[in-house]
């Protein structure tokens, strides 16, 4: 059983930074494709990034390309989200997932097998 734990999520004002934090536990963590997925208020989740488990190939959604750097650390089994020039639209509940299997793409929900329990981001205007 993996478990995932986000951290790092807060209140920030529009154009600061965050770093979100996902600590795993159990399973094998570097065989595993790792995502960050939002959700805000009414809105369906949507992808923000993932990396996969040599770190070489780290797609972005277009609303994050530039500002958003996602990373991961196999030694310490965990993944990295810095967020940068935050905009008031960035604010969602942020989860981190696990996908066991190797995927062509890395972008859709029902590829991950794991999810943590979200952290808050707030971006005030």
């Known amino acids: 059983q993996v478990r995932l734990a986000e951290s790092g999520g807060g209140l920030v004002q529009a154009g600061g930074s965050l770093r979100l934090s996902c600590a795993a536990s159990?399973?094998?963590?570097?065989?595993?494709?790792m995502g960050w997925f939002r959700q805000a208020p009414g809105k369906k989740r949507e992808f923000v990034s993932a990396?996969?488990?040599?770190?070489?190939?780290?797609p972005y959604a277009d609303s994050v390309k530039g500002r958003f750097t996602i990373s991961r650390d196999n030694a310490k089994n965990a993944v990295y989200l810095q967020m940068n020039s935050l905009k008031p639209e960035d604010t969602a509940v942020y989860y981190c997932?696990?996908?066991?299997?190797?995927?062509?793409?890395?972008?859709?929900?029902?590829?991950?097998?794991?999810w943590g329990q979200g952290t808050q981001v707030t971006v005030s205007s």
């Open positions: 997932a696990a996908s066991t299997v190797v995927h062509t793409v890395a972008d859709v929900t029902s590829l991950y097998d794991y």
């Open positions: 159990g399973g094998t963590f570097s065989s595993y494709t």
């Open positions: 990396v996969s488990w040599s770190g070489n190939s780290t």
